[in-house]
């Protein structure tokens, strides 16, 4: 199957009967071939149903357009729906705020230099100059933006800037600033956090040091969608690994850096291919 010939149709709606049927009949007769369906209902009575289908067509490029708009009117309109229609091959464009710490940032840049990643990396933005030569072995630029107490609204306005008509998503690989709520805004459930699955305990620097010292038994990193409320934005991924007693701090921070890896890669590659949808302050996540 060519990649080219196949897209993607996500929908919410209220919850009905014949939805279902009234997808995948229009599909068939617009001559779409199913490969994957998802669907999740919140209640089958008055509840809200979610949905991901992916579908293969000959001629896509040319179909697409027609395909939306008969959609519009025969579909959508009549069930309420809110959907978007695109092809898969339409790769994301993705920027990565970053510190100083490397090893979440390292492994997104290896694995899109992989194609393991289906997006194109436009630009890594960063408050220190420390990661440029490490991001750019990779062929991708880096921009330096620094930020002080004083001067964070102009930081995040070159940021902007930078990404404007450029960035359809944004990774926060261990950025650690606080973005605005008017930053937030520009990328709503499009910017995507990594920490440590310790909060709300542990708040501030070396959260490792503060587990090591009360203890802990397990330790996990969360990815979610940053919103205005900082750190409560719709959860994508958590993941955990058990611990015992005689870890050090340092083995903390390392499994705990290994987690945040898999998680944040997790929940981009879901997002990237169309896998997530927000419903309130979570997410449904189809396999």
Not at 139 to 144: D, I, K, N, Q, R
């Amino acid at each position: 199957m060519k990649a080219n010939s196949i897209a993607r149709l996500l929908i919410s709606c209220p919850d009905r009967p014949g939805i279902v049927s009234a997808v995948s009949t229009f599909l068939y007769n617009h001559g779409g071939n199913i490969l994957d369906l998802d669907q999740h209902s919140t209640d089958p009575s008055g509840g809200t149903l979610f949905m991901r289908v992916e579908f293969a067509i000959e001629e896509l490029e040319e179909s697409l357009p027609v395909m939306r708009k008969h959609f519009r009117d025969s579909v959508a309109r009549t069930y309420g729906m809110d959907w978007v229609l695109n092809p898969a091959a339409e790769h994301k464009r993705v920027a990565i705020l970053v510190s100083k710490y490397d090893h979440v940032l390292l492994d997104l840049l290896w694995r899109h230099s992989r194609q393991l990643l289906p997006a194109r990396i436009a630009m890594v933005i960063s408050n220190h100059p420390d990661l440029r030569d490490a991001t750019e072995r990779f062929g991708v630029p880096y921009h330096e933006v620094p930020v002080t107490s004083g001067t964070k609204a102009d930081a995040e306005a070159t940021i902007l800037d930078l990404m404007a008509g450029q960035v359809d998503l944004v990774v926060l690989a261990r950025y650690m600033q606080i973005l605005s709520q008017d930053f937030i805004a520009q990328y709503p459930y499009r910017i995507i956090n990594i920490h440590h699955s310790f909060l709300p305990a542990f708040i501030g620097a070396n959260p490792y040091r503060q587990a090591y010292e009360r203890g802990v038994k397990l330790i996990g990193a969360t990815a979610h969608y940053a919103t205005m409320d900082l750190d409560e934005g719709p959860i994508i991924e958590q993941d955990v690994v058990r611990v015992a007693h005689d870890f050090s701090p340092r083995q903390l921070q390392e499994l705990g850096q290994d987690i945040e890896r898999a998680v944040l890669t997790r929940a981009v590659l879901w997002h990237l291919e169309d896998r997530v949808l927000v419903h309130q302050n979570k997410t449904i996540v189809f396999s």
